[in-house]
């Protein structure tokens, strides 16, 4: 089978790595991926959310299956696209359609869904920059911290959480009538705060029969001790040892399956990924969120320990043909540190030389944001490679990840060094 993948990520690296390994793949296309995917495939530059450029692509290579990736293109309509196209009626696409992939596009759409199908989440409202003086209103009957979230899609940067309310008043005031988040803050929904620790968990459907992927626990903050800015993620352990066992069927029986019985009510055309961003309040499970793709960098922990045929589990969701039952799961623990650019996620330098990329003998070093340049790889992003070793135990692994990252080495990278540390 041809199959077309588009995004350029760590994730993106870690699903051609994984479908590489299967006997169905006849040749792999990437759009645009990075320095590291090439080796699974090839390289096309083009952009994910223009479907001229991705149809054309589809044509060329004989595509029987595309793979989205990011979010972005799954919001805009891709999959309504290819479907719609009377050129690419025999092809498949793995993604929900637009008005499912609004279950990440607009989190008041999320939480709408989410109160209709008795989905345990916290209290909220949504306001607009007419509804501002009732947003107001709405805070002072708050207790602090309070939670703001631009409605439409952020770069993950669209959420503060503050103490004090004059600032939370400026800030909601800063996102509705100064477009401090462009026009994802054209609404905003203010949360009641939850106190607990989050995880994600997986699932991968047809849109009617799912299975359940591994979870895992990400750290978003730039600095040690969760300090700091908030990141696209700098690193990721699975499994998470208290989602097991009473915690996990809760989840199961509270949030996967009414989520799946929602989505096939509603009619959605949703084949592919469910993220459950999910938060343990005192062993009760919350949803912080829907996103309709696998995460980043929690693909990197969590596909590797898949161990069946990823691509035979895309084609069979792309298709409607998955069968409900329980993964094959490599059992070790499975860690991954990012290696960033300096100054990310502010400001940052691009092409810089990478070190140590052929010192690398055991353990899964992925390819984030990289290309080639001649016979070197250079650093093309804020988060540049991650470091994903397994080990029987999560200090097993968590030693081997540290050990690879400090092989590798460019001017001004940074990692952080307590990826785990909050597990043990």
């Not at 089978?1 to 995004?7: A, D, Q, R």
């Not at 320095?35 to 699974?40: I, N, P, R, V, Y």
């Not at 637009?98 to 949504?126: Q, R, V, W």
Request: net charge negative; glycine share 10%; with cysteine.
């Amino acid at each position: 089978m041809n199959v077309l993948l588009l995004g350029s990520g760590g994730r993106e690296f870690t699903f051609a790595w994984k479908f590489k390994q299967s006997p169905l793949l006849t040749n792999l296309f990437i759009a645009p991926g990075n320095g590291g995917t090439e080796q699974f495939g090839t390289n096309i530059n083009i952009n994910p959310e223009d479907f001229l450029e991705v149809k054309n692509t589809i044509i060329e290579h004989n595509i029987e299956l595309v793979v989205v990736g990011p979010e972005a293109p799954l919001v805009a309509g891709i999959k309504n696209q290819i479907k719609a196209d009377t050129d690419l009626r025999n092809v498949n696409v793995l993604g929900p359609d637009k008005l499912a992939a609004t279950l990440e596009g607009s989190k008041d759409f999320a939480k709408e869904f989410m109160k209709k199908y008795d989905i345990p989440t916290a209290g909220y409202e949504t306001f607009t920059q007419e509804t501002l003086e009732s947003g107001y209103l709405f805070l002072e009957k708050m207790k602090a911290p309070y939670v703001l979230k631009a409605d439409g899609l952020a770069a993950g940067k669209g959420v503060l959480i503050i103490n004090d309310l004059e600032e939370a008043k400026n800030e909601l005031k800063a996102m509705l009538t100064e477009s401090k988040f462009g026009t994802a803050s054209k609404s905003v929904v203010i949360e009641e705060f939850l106190e607990g620790i989050e995880l994600s968990i997986f699932t991968l459907t047809d849109g009617d029969n799912y299975v359940i992927l591994p979870e895992a626990k990400d750290y978003k903050r730039i600095h040690d001790g969760d300090k700091g800015l908030n990141t696209g993620g700098m690193g990721a352990v699975s499994p998470v040892p208290f989602a097991q066992g009473e915690f996990l069927a809760k989840v199961r029986e509270r949030i996967i399956e009414p989520t799946m019985k929602g989505i096939k009510n509603e009619g959605y055309d949703y084949s592919g990924f469910v993220f459950f961003g999910l938060i343990n309040v005192n062993g009760e499970p919350f949803v912080i969120e829907y996103n309709v793709r696998m995460g980043d960098p929690e693909s990197e922990v969590v596909l590797p320990r898949v161990d069946e045929d990823l691509l035979a589990l895309c084609i069979d969701a792309a298709s409607g043909k998955l069968q409900s039952k329980s993964l094959n799961l490599i059992g070790q623990t499975a860690v991954t540190v990012m290696l960033v650019s300096g100054g990310y996620p502010e400001s940052y330098e691009k092409g810089k030389e990478i070190i140590g990329l052929d010192k690398i003998k055991d353990g899964i070093l992925i390819h984030a944001g990289t290309q080639t340049k001649g016979y070197t790889t250079v650093s093309s992003g804020g988060r540049v490679l991650t470091c994903t070793a397994f080990g029987n135990s999560l200090e097993g692994a968590q030693k081997k990840a540290y050990q690879m990252a400090r092989l590798i080495s460019f001017e001004k990278m940074f990692y952080r060094k307590d990826i785990g540390n909050d597990l043990l």
